[in-house]
């Protein structure tokens, strides 16, 4: 049974930058050809996608973080990490890591979230 | 960005009633939608993925209908365990987005 779990500083300081690291467990962060992913919930609001990383490298964030948002994945201690930088209160949220799998036909490939981490709570504050 | 639009935003019913939430798309995502539930305090659970194909071990109950722009999720027949908030989420191009949530309640 694969799992994640974030981790990484509960609290940050605005204009600094928040880290968060993701371990997967029960398999091979580089088996498989997942994308592993970021995602985040502001208190009381809906899901925001912030990027995706595969083993390969390739990389692809949401525009509106971009300049601010970078991954990067570690195949020797299975786990993908997230970098924010200069964070504000907005950046305040509950960050989950997930696996993007996918369901393939002949012709084309669905993506979608299928392992999730419990969740790691980040507040921006001074 | 493809914009994802539930409906309706919260719902009120009963156990054993049958309920459906709608999801739009700005536009053609084909059969890009997935679906998943979320309890307070908990990560979201995948229910449907590729618009109709369960994920396996969710209850049959729960049913995903849809392609192109408009898309559907059906309970059945409400359980307990059902009360919960559902999200849609587009898979057809990055950024990947999410609908604004349906928040379902206990009558």
């Known amino acids: 049974q694969v799992q994640l779990q974030e981790s990484g500083p509960g609290l940050v300081k605005p204009s600094q930058t928040l880290s968060l690291t993701c371990t997967v467990s029960?398999?091979?962060?580089?088996?498989?050809?997942?994308?592993w992913s970021w995602i985040r919930q502001p208190a009381g609001k809906g899901l925001e996608w912030i990027g995706r990383?595969?083993?390969?490298?390739?990389?692809n964030y949401d525009p509106s973080l971009r300049g601010r948002v970078s991954m990067s994945i570690d195949t020797s201690k299975n786990q993908f990490s997230l970098r924010l930088s200069s964070v504000t209160a907005a950046d305040t949220a509950v960050y989950f890591c997930a696996r993007v799998s996918g369901y393939c036909t002949d012709t084309s490939c669905y993506p979608y979230f299928d392992y999730w981490g419990q969740g790691a709570l980040v507040t921006v504050s001074s | 960005d493809i914009q994802m639009t539930q409906s309706p935003s919260f719902l009120s019913a009963s156990v054993g009633d049958r309920v459906t939430i709608t999801c739009r798309a700005s536009?053609?995502?084909?059969?890009?939608l997935n679906w998943y539930q979320q309890k307070p305090g908990k990560a979201p659970k995948l229910l449907i993925y590729a618009a109709f194909s369960l994920q396996s071990g969710v209850p049959s109950r729960f049913s995903g209908s849809g392609s192109g722009t408009d898309f559907t999720l059906t309970i059945s027949s409400l359980q307990p365990e059902d009360f919960a908030t559902y999200y849609c989420?587009?898979?057809?191009?990055?950024?990947?987005?999410f609908g604004q949530g349906t928040r379902l309640e206990i009558k």
């Open positions: 990383i595969y083993t390969s490298g390739n990389i």
């Open positions: 989420q587009q898979s057809y191009s990055n950024p990947i987005t």
């Open positions: 536009q053609s995502i084909f059969t890009y």
């Open positions: 029960g398999g091979s962060i580089s088996s498989g050809g997942y994308y």
